[in-house]
């Protein structure tokens, strides 16, 4: 769903690429007339108040993604209090009070969001001696690196094999990388990353001794596996994006006319037609960076790295309420951010998306 | 046009540096530094002794603090902190070594004890393992809010002697004094930390044989060699590494073959993996007893006692074990009691054996034919399995389902759950059968008989019997291990008799290690694997 609007978006704006520049300036001198405005049978919203609408969007969606959660995770059976060994009812009673499970759900709620709003997350309930707070600014960053890397292999494929492709177009590379993009779509990450370190095990049992690290958080060499098989299934989207959209701008007049004026194929596929294409797949970045780094639990279990993904998903199975909503209110506000990066920098270059 | 200059040499040596380095990292084992490379499961979640209850952080802090009493390269229990005792009807007197020291050099006294033990047992404090410290003297009542924390049996009357009082006596206190809820605390440092405390390396004090010098949370950890330790002489590792942390036992097992790590336990689809790569695959016991927990409150098809024992008599532990588990290690469970636990001079299963029940459809028919008279039902209605969604459990399940219904023509209806929500159903009894795993506490046969007790919290089946209760009174109070162990005798008998719980099998682990590496201990209790008195060979 949201991949089919986001193409749909990426089509408009490149149709009005020529002109975006144009475009926003008049927007914009018109945002400062706008009073004078009025004859008009459409007007656009100054910049600052598309921005304000769009920045207030985003806090009443994290607001109900943090309630939601709130509501759901309680509905569900037990508690971070539970453990295998069960404990007296006063060591029960003393367990909730220091935490406050003890007091109706309205004020644990009421106190969660006072919290919140103050940017406390509270105390994680299986690591009980670490913030939530802690365990985001510790194990982000990771998340948040193995996501870029994995976006930039995820781009640098999507372009090189989606421009090739297009060059191909119906021919034997063309079939042979169109078959690997719908295996790289339809395969789940946990096979390729289970493949891809029994790869790098043989590799290193092959040379002799531990070439690429096959697990482990560090250095360069530990991040190049993990990233690639991060990065698969968006590299396999962005080859069908980038090849629909190079086919596209084939049939352009000024490629027809870059050919009438004798220029090489190189020349005419690198500057002409690669740089004209390539711009959808740039406007997609922001929400994969937002979604390949929020979506890495498997590769990070697999590979051993310390990365956010794990917690968001291990604190679900262990219902420990305080990482459950750090974790959750904490994602859902960067994926927000960036759909209204994107919405805002849509705003500067696609007015029309402002109309009223 | 780039042209090379010294501030280039300089990053492209500083990257060369950077993608070569992992070639000089961990390595499995090292003989020259005596070091070794491991992985663990999860991060340790908690290393603060007086509210740990996990076994990821137990085996930290048994390799990096130590109690009254521990256990050495041969199990045997022996002189920790402690360098002896006298133990006189109800009262113990520890006398603590000089030489034991603190990781910032100063001496372990008997108030660390004593604010540790007085901080487990306040209610304030809620840690979750204060019952354990139930028989000192007035534990208890100073534990349910009754009495105040000082009336606790225990003081510090110098440095060096620590004197408990206990509530009954007690047979199994020495070997509680192993267990990381007796641990020692100072009260100076602890209070210093504020909420701090055991959060990161720096945050904890050290008394065992390796201190904890580097932490980066859910990444690696490593224990060093600690110097002061006052049997240091008898550590020959200087570094244990914990350089991976990950629950993906494929990952372990990769990390193994590529001389990552030098010890990795198997479940059952990397045991098949480790075979067919020719890796000497090892087995031990882990103490653990997997079995079934029967509802016996009122509405239960299972309250009924001819139900139990019908399923009791087609159950196979043996097969179960080798077709179904097909773990190396398990082995069939015909008593709730492993073979471990000791008896009177040896082991108890050895000192009061029992006749495995016979299995017979037949006599499982006739069975379930007098409970239906007795429940003036035609058939037998349908019974709910609750197990965690697991591999292990769900391969268990069916195996039951299909056991039931084809020789008691039982259905079976299988509530498969996430952990959480797998204890809070057993926990409201919402199951007629319950897969259930039990490890102990201490080594005591108390850690497993206490299990079925009335008043145990963990009694999830609701088995209530006053005949098993005052049998398992004389267990916990008499002194003389042959009446103790005669009454836990009589225990056995009841739980088989009754078929109160159905015994499955005995964990068991594979494992595979390096072939340098030795003197690994495998321990039930405690930390395991344990590396104290580990090293490796040329």
């Given at each position: 769903?949201?991949?089919?609007?986001?193409?749909?978006?990426?089509?408009?704006?490149?149709?009005?690429f020529?002109?975006w520049?144009?475009?926003?300036?008049?927007?914009?001198?018109?945002?400062?007339?706008?009073?004078?405005?009025?004859?008009?049978?459409?007007?656009?919203?100054?910049?600052?108040?598309?921005?304000?609408?769009?920045?207030?969007?985003?806090?009443?969606?994290?607001?109900?993604?943090?309630?939601?959660?709130?509501?759901?995770?309680?509905?569900?059976?037990?508690?971070?209090?539970?453990?295998?060994?069960?404990?007296?009812?006063?060591?029960?009673?003393?367990l909730?009070q220091?935490?406050?499970?003890?007091?109706?759900?309205t004020?644990?709620?009421?106190?969660?969001?006072?919290?919140?709003?103050?940017?406390?997350?509270?105390?994680?309930?299986?690591?009980?001696?670490?913030?939530?707070?802690d365990?985001?600014?510790?194990?982000?960053?990771?998340?948040?690196?193995?996501?870029?890397?994995?976006?930039?292999?995820?781009?640098?494929?999507?372009v090189?094999?989606?421009?090739l492709?297009?060059?191909?177009?119906?021919?034997?590379?063309?079939?042979?990388?169109?078959?690997?993009?719908?295996?790289?779509?339809?395969v789940?990450?946990?096979?390729?990353a289970?493949?891809?370190?029994?790869?790098?095990?043989?590799i290193?049992?092959f040379?002799?001794?531990?070439?690429?690290?096959?697990?482990?958080?560090?250095?360069?060499?530990?991040?190049?596996?993990?990233?690639?098989?991060?990065?698969?299934?968006?590299?396999?989207?962005?080859?069908?994006?980038?090849?629909?959209?190079?086919?596209?701008?084939?049939?352009?007049?000024?490629?027809?006319?870059?050919?009438?004026?004798?220029?090489?194929p190189?020349?005419?596929?690198?500057?002409?037609?690669l740089?004209?294409?390539?711009?959808?797949?740039i406007?997609?970045l922001?929400?994969?960076?937002a979604?390949?780094?929020?979506?890495?639990?498997?590769?990070?279990?697999?590979?051993?790295?310390?990365?956010?993904g794990?917690?968001?998903?291990?604190?679900?199975?262990?219902?420990?309420?305080?990482v459950?909503?750090?974790?959750?209110?904490?994602?859902?506000a960067?994926?927000?951010?960036?759909?209204i990066l994107?919405?805002?920098?849509?705003?500067?270059?696609?007015?029309?998306?402002?109309?009223? | 046009?780039?042209?090379?200059?010294?501030?280039?040499?300089?990053?492209?040596?500083l990257?060369?540096?950077?993608?070569?380095?992992?070639?000089?990292?961990a390595?499995a084992?090292?003989?020259?530094?005596?070091?070794?490379?491991?992985?663990?499961?999860?991060?340790?979640?908690?290393?603060?002794?007086?509210?740990?209850?996990?076994?990821?952080?137990?085996f930290?802090?048994?390799?990096?603090m130590?109690?009254?009493t521990?256990?050495?390269?041969?199990?045997?229990?022996?002189?920790?902190?402690?360098?002896?005792?006298e133990?006189?009807?109800?009262?113990?007197?520890?006398?603590?070594r000089?030489?034991?020291?603190w990781s910032?050099?100063?001496?372990v006294?008997?108030?660390?004890?004593?604010?540790?033990?007085?901080?487990?047992?306040?209610?304030?404090?809620?840690?979750p393992?204060?019952?354990?410290?139930?028989?000192?003297?007035?534990?208890?009542?100073?534990?349910?809010?009754?009495?105040?924390v000082?009336?606790?049996?225990?003081?510090?009357?110098?440095?060096?002697?620590?004197?408990?009082?206990?509530?009954?006596?007690?047979?199994?206190?020495?070997?509680?004094?192993?267990?990381a809820?007796?641990?020692?605390?100072?009260?100076?440092?602890?209070?210093r930390?504020?909420?701090?405390?055991?959060?990161e390396?720096?945050?904890?004090?050290?008394?065992?044989?390796?201190?904890?010098?580097?932490?980066?949370?859910?990444a690696?950890?490593?224990?060093?060699?600690?110097?002061?330790?006052?049997?240091?002489?008898?550590?020959?590792?200087?570094?244990?590494?914990?350089?991976?942390?990950?629950?993906?036992?494929?990952?372990?097992?990769?990390?193994?073959?590529?001389?990552?790590?030098?010890?990795?336990?198997?479940?059952?689809?990397?045991?098949?993996?480790?075979?067919?790569?020719?890796?000497?695959?090892?087995?031990?016991?882990?103490?653990?007893?997997?079995?079934?927990?029967?509802?016996?409150?009122?509405?239960?098809?299972?309250?009924?006692?001819?139900?139990?024992?019908a399923?009791?008599?087609?159950?196979?532990?043996?097969?179960?074990?080798?077709?179904?588990?097909?773990?190396p290690?398990?082995?069939p469970?015909?008593?709730?009691?492993?073979?471990?636990?000791a008896?009177?001079?040896?082991?108890?299963?050895?000192?009061?054996?029992?006749?495995?029940?016979?299995?017979?459809?037949?006599?499982?028919?006739?069975l379930?034919?007098?409970?239906?008279?007795?429940?003036?039902?035609?058939?037998?209605?349908?019974?709910?399995?609750?197990?965690?969604a697991?591999?292990?459990?769900?391969?268990?399940?069916?195996?039951?389902?299909?056991l039931?219904?084809?020789?008691?023509?039982?259905?079976?209806?299988?509530?498969?759950?996430?952990?959480?929500?797998?204890?809070?159903?057993?926990?409201?009894?919402?199951?007629?059968?319950?897969l259930?795993?039990?490890?102990?506490?201490?080594?005591?046969?108390?850690?497993y008989?206490?299990?079925?007790?009335?008043?145990?919290?963990?009694?999830?089946?609701?088995?209530a019997?006053?005949?098993?209760?005052?049998?398992?009174?004389?267990?916990?109070?008499?002194?003389?291990?042959?009446?103790?162990?005669?009454?836990?005798?009589?225990?056995?008998k009841?739980?088989?008799?009754?078929?109160?719980?159905?015994?499955?099998?005995?964990?068991?682990?594979?494992?595979?290690?390096?072939?340098?590496?030795?003197?690994v201990?495998?321990?039930?209790?405690?930390?395991?694997?344990?590396?104290?008195?580990?090293?490796?060979?040329?």
């Amino acid at each position: 769903m949201s991949r089919e609007s986001s193409i749909f978006r990426i089509q408009n704006s490149k149709e009005s690429f020529d002109g975006w520049l144009d475009r926003t300036l008049i927007t914009l001198t018109h945002a400062s007339s706008n009073s004078l405005q009025t004859g008009c049978w459409f007007k656009a919203i100054p910049m600052w108040k598309y921005t304000f609408k769009r920045l207030l969007a985003g806090v009443i969606t994290v607001w109900f993604i943090a309630t939601a959660t709130f509501i759901a995770m309680h509905s569900v059976p037990g508690d971070p209090l539970l453990n295998d060994k069960a404990v007296s009812n006063e060591i029960r009673k003393n367990l909730e009070q220091r935490y406050g499970l003890d007091k109706p759900i309205t004020q644990q709620y009421l106190i969660y969001m006072g919290n919140m709003l103050r940017g406390d997350f509270g105390i994680s309930f299986t690591q009980q001696n670490r913030k939530v707070n802690d365990i985001i600014r510790d194990h982000f960053p990771v998340s948040a690196m193995l996501g870029v890397l994995a976006v930039c292999f995820a781009a640098l494929g999507g372009v090189v094999w989606g421009a090739l492709t297009a060059v191909y177009r119906n021919r034997l590379p063309d079939i042979i990388i169109m078959f690997l993009v719908i295996l790289g779509i339809s395969v789940p990450s946990f096979v390729f990353a289970a493949l891809g370190q029994l790869l790098l095990v043989n590799i290193n049992q092959f040379v002799g001794y531990s070439l690429i690290p096959v697990a482990g958080w560090g250095t360069v060499l530990h991040m190049l596996m993990p990233s690639l098989v991060l990065g698969l299934g968006t590299m396999a989207l962005l080859t069908r994006l980038m090849r629909s959209s190079m086919l596209e701008v084939v049939n352009e007049d000024y490629i027809k006319t870059a050919r009438a004026k004798g220029l090489s194929p190189l020349r005419i596929f690198v500057k002409h037609q690669l740089r004209n294409a390539i711009l959808p797949v740039i406007t997609v970045l922001g929400p994969q960076i937002a979604a390949i780094t929020t979506g890495g639990f498997v590769v990070e279990l697999v590979f051993a790295i310390p990365g956010l993904g794990r917690y968001f998903v291990q604190a679900v199975q262990q219902l420990d309420y305080t990482v459950i909503m750090g974790t959750t209110v904490f994602y859902g506000a960067f994926l927000v951010l960036m759909v209204i990066l994107v919405d805002i920098l849509y705003g500067f270059i696609d007015p029309r998306v402002r109309l009223q | 046009m780039m042209r090379p200059n010294k501030g280039n040499k300089g990053t492209v040596y500083l990257i060369l540096l950077w993608i070569l380095s992992p070639m000089c990292l961990a390595e499995a084992v090292n003989y020259d530094r005596q070091s070794i490379t491991i992985a663990l499961t999860q991060e340790p979640p908690n290393l603060n002794t007086m509210r740990t209850t996990d076994l990821v952080s137990f085996f930290v802090l048994g390799h990096v603090m130590e109690g009254l009493t521990r256990y050495d390269a041969r199990g045997r229990l022996v002189a920790g902190v402690a360098e002896s005792w006298e133990i006189d009807d109800l009262e113990v007197t520890f006398h603590l070594r000089k030489n034991a020291l603190w990781s910032d050099g100063r001496p372990v006294t008997a108030h660390d004890f004593l604010f540790a033990w007085q901080h487990i047992i306040d209610p304030a404090s809620a840690a979750p393992y204060a019952s354990i410290h139930y028989p000192i003297l007035n534990a208890e009542a100073i534990h349910k809010g009754n009495k105040p924390v000082t009336a606790l049996g225990v003081s510090a009357p110098d440095d060096l002697t620590l004197k408990v009082s206990l509530q009954n006596q007690c047979g199994y206190f020495l070997k509680l004094m192993a267990h990381a809820a007796f641990f020692p605390v100072r009260q100076d440092f602890f209070n210093r930390q504020h909420d701090r405390y055991a959060a990161e390396a720096e945050n904890l004090l050290y008394n065992g044989p390796f201190e904890l010098v580097s932490w980066v949370h859910d990444a690696s950890l490593t224990m060093a060699k600690n110097p002061d330790y006052w049997d240091a002489g008898s550590i020959a590792l200087h570094q244990i590494e914990v350089g991976y942390i990950t629950a993906d036992n494929r990952t372990r097992l990769n990390l193994f073959r590529n001389n990552g790590i030098a010890l990795v336990r198997l479940d059952g689809e990397t045991v098949k993996d480790a075979a067919n790569q020719k890796l000497k695959v090892r087995t031990f016991v882990t103490g653990g007893v997997a079995f079934i927990r029967f509802n016996v409150t009122k509405g239960s098809p299972t309250e009924n006692i001819h139900v139990r024992r019908a399923i009791q008599a087609v159950f196979d532990p043996e097969l179960f074990v080798n077709r179904i588990m097909a773990i190396p290690g398990y082995k069939p469970a015909y008593t709730f009691f492993p073979s471990w636990l000791a008896g009177v001079d040896g082991k108890f299963q050895q000192e009061y054996p029992v006749a495995p029940v016979k299995i017979d459809e037949r006599v499982g028919r006739e069975l379930i034919s007098s409970a239906r008279r007795e429940l003036s039902v035609n058939r037998i209605p349908q019974l709910v399995l609750l197990t965690v969604a697991s591999p292990t459990g769900n391969k268990i399940s069916e195996f039951l389902q299909g056991l039931l219904k084809s020789k008691l023509d039982i259905d079976l209806r299988i509530d498969s759950q996430t952990f959480k929500q797998y204890l809070a159903k057993s926990r409201n009894g919402e199951f007629d059968l319950l897969l259930s795993s039990w490890f102990p506490d201490f080594d005591d046969i108390m850690t497993y008989a206490d299990l079925l007790g009335s008043g145990n919290p963990n009694n999830r089946g609701g088995y209530a019997s006053e005949e098993y209760d005052k049998w398992l009174r004389l267990v916990q109070g008499a002194t003389d291990q042959r009446v103790r162990m005669d009454a836990a005798a009589e225990l056995q008998k009841i739980i088989i008799d009754e078929a109160m719980v159905l015994p499955m099998a005995e964990t068991g682990s594979a494992y595979v290690q390096h072939h340098k590496l030795k003197g690994v201990v495998r321990r039930v209790l405690g930390a395991d694997p344990d590396y104290t008195y580990a090293r490796v060979v040329k």
